[in-house]
């Protein structure tokens, strides 16, 4: 967490002034503005020059108790004395403010917002997660123990807390994802992903729409809890919709019929139990040399040990283990299975295939 210590500045005090009263800029305002009056009023009323005026004006104001520069006419003595009299006021406004930016922590909580910002501004091809709840929670510490770059936007204060006592170091938005001004304050411009994982199906669906206009290349994806909501989500704009309840009963239900089948699955996709993976390498992902190549000419198998398992069409539909004469076109893309080592001699050997060829 940034600035931890935030948060015992806050509980120094039950009762909180609105922020809206303890206006900083405010403060800074009355000042120059009480400065330029008295330094112009001294210079009218008694004649004095910048200089004297100016010194004048600080003695009065910060009531050091010097002698005058000039002995003061009757309309400059009313002058001071209506002087000091805003001055009371204008000071005890000034340590007021003062008191609530220090004491209240706002000073601090500004400069951990600024720091916020300025990160997310310099992020790009991030991901947008809409909503800290359970399954955010869980999407969050995959991202993290893959180091993918994420913004959290949440409107609840209590979640946000938590992502603030957390010592791990996550950006994160205390807004409503609703809204396009938390997105655009998102990256939402360069962003390559988003997922709204909001507990209703309603905001998920004005999430996505929203999404989707302000940036029609991003890969969104959405939590469905009602299967009527799926359909508009699509509509609406996402790539995939994901309905948690159902997967969990269909994976119970599998158990029970092929139980050996699902516990295999459940291992090979297990981050804490085996170095298993999949990788998904797009038409995109292959340099010029490997166009038009089919899967026994790229000779994947024999040079990674990976296994294809699987062709997205470019139409979506999907075939398993592709025959030998399969050939990868624009849009479409291969998933491949195979355990850490595999997966990176595979990223290698289409990184640096053309020199292979050479």
Same mark, same amino acid.
């Given at each position: 967490?940034?600035?931890?210590?935030?948060?015992?500045?806050?509980?120094?005090?039950?009762?909180?002034?609105?922020?809206?009263?303890?206006?900083?800029?405010?403060?800074?305002?009355?000042?120059?503005?009480?400065?330029?009056?008295?330094?112009?009023?001294?210079?009218?009323?008694?004649?004095?020059?910048?200089?004297?005026?100016?010194?004048?004006?600080?003695?009065?104001?910060?009531?050091?108790?010097?002698?005058?520069?000039?002995?003061?006419?009757?309309?400059?003595?009313?002058?001071?004395?209506?002087?000091?009299?805003?001055?009371?006021?204008?000071?005890?406004?000034?340590?007021?403010?003062?008191?609530?930016?220090?004491?209240?922590?706002?000073?601090?909580?500004?400069?951990?917002?600024?720091?916020?910002?300025?990160?997310?501004?310099?992020?790009?091809?991030?991901?947008?997660?809409?909503?800290?709840?359970?399954?955010?929670?869980?999407?969050?510490?995959?991202?993290?123990?893959?180091?993918?770059?994420?913004?959290?936007?949440?409107?609840?204060?209590?979640?946000? &807390? =938590? /992502?603030?006592?957390?010592?791990?170091?996550? #950006?994160?938005?205390?807004?409503? *994802?609703?809204?396009?001004? +938390?997105? @655009?304050?998102?990256?939402?411009?360069?962003?390559?992903?988003?997922?709204?994982?909001?507990?209703?199906?309603?905001?998920?669906?004005?999430?996505?729409?929203?999404?989707?206009?302000?940036?029609?290349?991003?890969?969104?994806?959405?939590?469905?809890?009602?299967?009527?909501?799926?359909?508009?989500?699509?509509?609406?704009?996402?790539?995939?919709?994901?309905?948690? &309840? =159902? /997967?969990?009963?269909?994976?119970?239900?599998? #158990?029970?019929?092929?139980?050996? *089948?699902?516990?295999?699955? +459940?291992? @090979?996709?297990?981050?804490?139990?085996?170095?298993?993976?999949?990788?998904?390498?797009?038409?995109?992902?292959?340099?010029?040399?490997?166009?038009?190549?089919?899967?026994?000419?790229?000779?994947?198998?024999?040079?990674?040990?990976?296994?294809?398992?699987?062709?997205?069409?470019?139409?979506?539909?999907?075939?398993?283990?592709?025959?030998?004469?399969?050939?990868?076109?624009?849009?479409?893309?291969?998933?491949?299975?195979?355990?850490?080592?595999?997966?990176?001699?595979?990223?290698?050997?289409?990184?640096?295939?053309?020199?292979?060829?050479?």
């Amino acid at each position: 967490m940034l600035f931890p210590g935030i948060k015992n500045f806050r509980n120094l005090h039950a009762y909180r002034v609105p922020s809206s009263f303890m206006n900083i800029r405010m403060a800074v305002g009355l000042l120059l503005a009480e400065l330029v009056i008295a330094v112009g009023g001294y210079s009218i009323i008694e004649g004095f020059n910048l200089t004297d005026a100016f010194y004048m004006t600080m003695i009065t104001i910060s009531t050091v108790g010097f002698l005058e520069v000039h002995p003061l006419s009757a309309t400059g003595r009313l002058f001071t004395s209506g002087l000091i009299l805003a001055n009371i006021g204008i000071f005890a406004y000034v340590l007021s403010v003062f008191s609530y930016y220090v004491i209240q922590g706002e000073i601090f909580k500004n400069m951990h917002l600024n720091l916020i910002k300025a990160s997310i501004e310099k992020l790009s091809g991030h991901i947008i997660l809409c909503g800290y709840g359970k399954y955010g929670r869980e999407i969050a510490s995959h991202f993290l123990k893959h180091k993918l770059s994420f913004v959290i936007i949440d409107s609840d204060s209590q979640r946000i &807390e =938590q /992502i603030q006592k957390d010592e791990t170091k996550v #950006l994160y938005l205390e807004d409503d *994802a609703t809204h396009d001004e +938390a997105l @655009i304050k998102a990256g939402i411009h360069r962003a390559s992903a988003l997922i709204s994982a909001l507990p209703d199906d309603s905001d998920n669906v004005f999430v996505v729409l929203t999404a989707r206009q302000l940036n029609p290349r991003l890969n969104i994806i959405s939590r469905a809890k009602d299967f009527r909501s799926q359909k508009k989500l699509l509509m609406a704009g996402a790539d995939h919709v994901v309905m948690p &309840e =159902q /997967i969990g009963g269909f994976y119970m239900a599998t #158990l029970v019929s092929k139980p050996g *089948a699902v516990e295999f699955f +459940a291992f @090979i996709t297990s981050e804490y139990r085996s170095d298993i993976g999949f990788e998904e390498v797009t038409y995109d992902d292959l340099p010029a040399e490997c166009h038009g190549r089919s899967l026994s000419q790229l000779n994947l198998r024999e040079a990674t040990g990976a296994n294809v398992i699987g062709y997205k069409a470019p139409d979506g539909h999907y075939e398993v283990n592709p025959g030998p004469k399969t050939i990868l076109g624009p849009g479409s893309s291969y998933i491949i299975l195979g355990n850490r080592e595999q997966l990176e001699k595979l990223r290698y050997y289409i990184q640096h295939y053309p020199e292979m060829l050479a």
